[in-house]
């Protein structure tokens, strides 16, 4: 089993900036890559971004290139998720979820299909 927790959410302006964390924990050793994806109320959960571990290699969505960034910090187990620019069509929970298996295209990346285990959690409001 992983552990996800998810921490960094917030209120923030329009055009302003955000960093959120998730932590995994647990059987954390085969993990291969982390993503992030976000829910609107009333709207499907769609994805925003994944790392991988190994090497950090990155996937985004088309609607938060040049705006989001992730990393990740394999000695804390943890990634982040560095946002700038923030609009308010961005405001949602967002999730971090862990997935075993190989991700190798952004397809892959964004499929929720693909992640085993998630977190709670971490509500994002921007305000315009």
């Known amino acids: 089993q992983v552990q996800l927790v998810e921490s960094g959410g917030g209120l923030v302006q329009a055009g302003g900036s955000l960093r959120l964390s998730c932590a995994a924990s647990?059987?954390?050793?085969?993990?291969?890559?982390m993503g992030w994806f976000r829910q609107a109320p009333g709207k499907e959960r769609e994805f925003v971004a994944a790392?991988?571990?190994?090497?950090?290699?990155?996937y985004y969505a088309d609607s938060v290139k040049g705006r989001f960034t992730a990393s990740r910090d394999n000695a804390k187990n943890t990634v982040y998720l560095q946002m700038n620019s923030l609009k308010s069509e961005d405001t949602a929970v967002y999730y971090c979820?862990?997935?075993?298996?190989?991700?190798?295209?952004?397809?892959?990346?964004?499929?929720?299909?693909?992640?085993?285990?998630w977190g709670q959690g971490t509500q994002v409001t921007v305000s315009s």
């Open positions: 979820a862990n997935t075993n298996r190989r991700v190798r295209s952004t397809v892959q990346a964004g499929s929720a299909g693909m992640y085993d285990y």
């Open positions: 790392i991988t571990w190994r090497d950090g290699y990155t």
């Open positions: 647990g059987r954390t050793a085969s993990s291969y890559a």
